[in-house]
């Protein structure tokens, strides 16, 4: 059974995805691969993240068809403006071998330097892709690291509501305002980092259901995403850890033990905040 989402505009899209975001370094395209192998469809990658090439390479190779994947890629925060948004999106099809994409998102909501403008630099970017999307050249457009007052600079001055947000999210760290937020707007929330860090895979809590329910520390932290509602993007490099990844469609986390990963403290945060520099911890 093929589990999915349905973004606002209807288009579907895997429940699962696979986060490309240093998938193995230097191994990009055989981690791509495995991943296909193990069942993935929907591909996560970005400009940034320097694999475009590989993630396309990987698809073309792999013998399923292009039209039965779902790929995503996003514009980075140093390339922001109308302009500079449609010649990168064309770069990102050219890296990837293929004239359209599922799924364009702007990276973050600000440039590198935190004091500049962001507030016109974010609707010219948001313009670019709505262009592209009315061009049919992307399927559906989003945001990435959007908080409340990022999105209400877009609503208020551009048409098309964002369909997808894509945000950190793992218990220990829910963002709850944003996620709220953007699910009250009928916006579909991604998890990057959906399992944390190791600080969120020996949480005792975690383990201590994970025994519970006869499944990894990681299939719990995927389950509990998509039963809050959130598209979960795992990454491994291990094709094992990939498989289990996807098989977390056969059980259901209780009520009680979903709030109590809901109301843990916070732990396993990236040290990243789209309005800060980032936290080294």
């Not at 994409?101 to 702007?106: A, E, R």
């Not at 039963?227 to 209780?254: H, T, W």
């Not at 979903?258 to 916070?266: E, G, N, R, W, Y």
């Not at 905040?273 to 936290?279: A, G, L, Q, S, Y």
Request: overall charge negative; charged content about 25%.
């Amino acid at each position: 059974m093929r589990h999915t989402f349905t973004l606002a505009n209807g288009v579907e899209i895997p429940a699962v995805g696979f986060g490309t975001y240093k998938a193995a370094d230097d191994n990009d395209e055989a981690i791509i691969s495995e991943a296909i192998r193990q069942g993935y469809r929907h591909l996560d990658t970005a400009a940034f993240y320097f694999n475009e090439e590989a993630v396309g390479k990987a698809v073309r190779e792999s013998g399923v068809p292009r039209e039965e994947f779902f790929l995503t890629s996003k514009v980075w925060r140093d390339r922001l403006g109308y302009d500079s948004t449609l010649r990168e999106f064309e770069e990102s099809c050219k890296k990837l071998g293929t004239d359209y994409l599922d799924l364009y998102l702007i990276h973050w909501p600000r440039p590198d330097d935190l004091t500049a403008e962001w507030k016109d630099l974010d609707v010219e970017t948001w313009k670019a892709l709505e262009d592209l999307y009315k061009s049919k050249k992307v399927r559906a457009i989003g945001v990435s690291n959007f908080l409340p007052h990022h999105l209400n600079n877009l609503l208020e001055r551009t048409s098309i509501i964002p369909m997808v947000n894509q945000l950190e999210f793992h218990p220990g760290y829910m963002q709850k305002a944003a996620v709220d937020f953007s699910q009250r707007l009928g916006i579909q929330v991604e998890a990057w980092s959906p399992i944390g860090r190791a600080r969120v895979l020996q949480e005792p809590l975690l383990m201590e259901l994970a025994e519970k329910y006869q499944v990894s520390a990681a299939q719990l932290c995927i389950r509990f995403a998509l039963q809050c509602g959130v598209l979960p993007l795992p990454k491994s490099s291990s094709g094992e850890r990939m498989r289990q990844n996807l098989d977390v469609f056969g059980f259901n986390i209780e009520d009680d033990d979903m709030h109590q990963l809901m109301t843990l403290p916070q732990i396993g945060w990236s040290g990243e905040h789209p309005d800060r520099e980032r936290v080294a911890i």
